[in-house]
């Protein structure tokens, strides 16, 4: 009887070792597309959100372009359900791509319990860190981004605009839209209230959150709520949820908006929301994408996967969008003094709070003093 078992068991062991080394083979040849070429696959909801997503998408298409001897790059577009993401991280790691990029705190998860299952595939996540405590995730690496910053000087453009003659009126009340209560979109809030106090620490702020990243007739109402209180001036951080904003501002004689993420003046150009968007706060995806692969190209070393990196503005990764717009909306002298909160930031003469080191109610004290 024991001689019968040891043949089914050798084989089994022996189909077994097979399936391990055909794993590892496909792991192994994932590294590189059939011209030698790094594959770099992009999963987003959708490339065309004229922020978060879009600015990413810019990004990879960038490396397309300049970097093509060296990469070929795909998007794979999965939609607003978040449900179904993390199959198409599988779809996209079983490809062979030697690049898997992902966006945002939804994709925490996928990016904790994928990538150990692919360690020759390495794994970029934007706006989010992973517990790397967890252990085999040193293929993953985070970046995070100074929008702190990118908020302060935001706020400070709302603090010039809201007590202009130009404005709806000369109330020191300003407006802040978001799209969840998470700590990447507070940190913009609390740059935001920062920089406007420091402008004039009389400047108050309405608040609100819409619940999603893709709700506009919501974000247009919390809009319309804030602007009948009397705000004349809205930062709104909500990726597509926030062309809502844009329009409630876009209707209203005085009333202006500031982007977030990308340039939205750029993104809204012939429609009639753009001459709303007074600036835009950055978070530059597409310069910290485009980075990141240059320094692979040079020196793979030189990108410390296993770990988070924080861009700003030495990265050209934060900011805001200074243009003809912010010409037409405030003064030259207004401008300059912008430009010179930003030369500070830069010299680490003015230090911004991060959200993600305070309390709830350490940031309420921030906004609401």
């Known amino acids: 009887?024991?001689?019968?078992?040891?043949?089914?068991?050798?084989?089994?062991?022996?189909?077994?070792?097979?399936?391990?080394l055909a794993g590892c083979r496909r792991q192994q040849d994932a590294a590189q597309a059939a011209d030698g070429r790094m594959r770099v696959v992009l999963c987003i909801g959708r490339r065309n959100d004229l922020s978060f997503q879009q600015s990413a998408y810019e990004g990879l298409m960038r490396v397309g372009r300049e970097l093509s001897q060296h990469f070929v790059v795909e998007v794979r577009e999965m939609g607003y359900d978040t449900t179904i993401w993390e199959s198409g991280f599988y779809e996209a790691a079983d490809s062979g791509a030697h690049f898997v990029i992902g966006l945002g705190y939804q994709n925490k998860e996928n990016f904790e319990t994928i990538p150990p299952q692919y360690p020759n595939t390495q794994f970029i996540l934007f706006d989010q860190y992973v517990d790397y405590s967890l252990g085999n995730l040193n293929n993953v690496l985070t970046v995070l981004f100074d929008s702190n910053e990118s908020g302060f000087l935001a706020g400070a453009v709302a603090a010039y605009w809201t007590v202009s003659e130009m404005a709806m009126n000369r109330d020191k009340l300003i407006g802040f839209v978001?799209?969840?209560?998470?700590?990447?979109?507070?940190?913009?809030?609390?740059?935001?209230a920062e920089g406007a106090q420091y402008v004039d620490p009389e400047i108050r702020i309405r608040t609100a959150y819409i619940g999603d990243f893709i709700d506009t007739a919501r974000a247009k109402d919390l809009t319309m709520a804030q602007i009948s209180e009397g705000v004349d001036i809205i930062f709104q951080v909500a990726s597509a949820a926030g062309n809502g904003v844009i329009e409630a501002a876009a209707e209203r004689q005085g009333v202006m908006a500031i982007g977030v993420d990308a340039d939205q003046y750029l993104t809204l150009a012939g429609t009639e929301l753009q001459p709303a968007i007074i600036t835009s706060a950055l978070k530059r995806l597409d310069n910290a994408l485009f980075k990141i692969l240059s320094d692979y190209v040079r020196n793979p070393a030189s990108v410390p996967f296993g770990t988070t990196v924080t861009y700003g503005l030495r990265e050209d990764a934060v900011g805001i969008v200074f243009n003809e717009n912010l010409e037409r909306h405030l003064s030259a002298g207004n401008i300059a003094s912008v430009r010179g909160l930003l030369e500070k930031l830069q010299a680490g003469e003015i230090r911004v709070s991060q959200a993600g080191m305070l309390s709830a109610a350490e940031i309420n004290a921030i906004v609401n003093p």
């Open 178 to 192: 978001g799209a969840i209560n998470a700590v990447n979109i507070n940190n913009f809030l609390v740059g935001y």
């Open 1 to 20: 009887m024991k001689g019968l078992l040891k043949k089914p068991v050798g084989i089994l062991l022996a189909a077994v070792t097979l399936l391990t």
